[in-house]
């Protein structure tokens, strides 16, 4: 097993619906996301909508940062259809 990279949260700027928006992940999720991007042959802006439009839906909507995090946990527990 790898050993756990505890490193603090690094911010990045996605576009969403036109506009920019700023979004802190440790580099996990980061690289997490970058491999959900590749693997439906997205951009990463374009996946951070669909989760942001996603829990918007939501009857409680977290931030997007936690959307993104809860996603990504889905989708390692295979929750999440590609």
């Not at 050993?3 to 506009?19: E, F, N, W």
């Not at 997007?64 to 929750?79: D, E, N, V």
Request: net charge positive.
């Amino acid at each position: 097993m790898d050993p756990v990279d505890y490193a603090p949260p690094r911010k990045r700027s996605v576009l969403i619906a036109g506009h920019q928006t700023s979004i802190s992940l440790e580099p996990a999720f980061w690289a997490a996301l970058e491999v959900a991007a590749r693997t439906r042959n997205c951009p990463i802006n374009a996946l951070v909508a669909e989760i942001d439009a996603e829990r918007l839906g939501a009857d409680r909507p977290p931030n997007l940062t936690s959307a993104i995090r809860q996603w990504l946990f889905a989708l390692g527990r295979g929750a999440q259809s590609t």
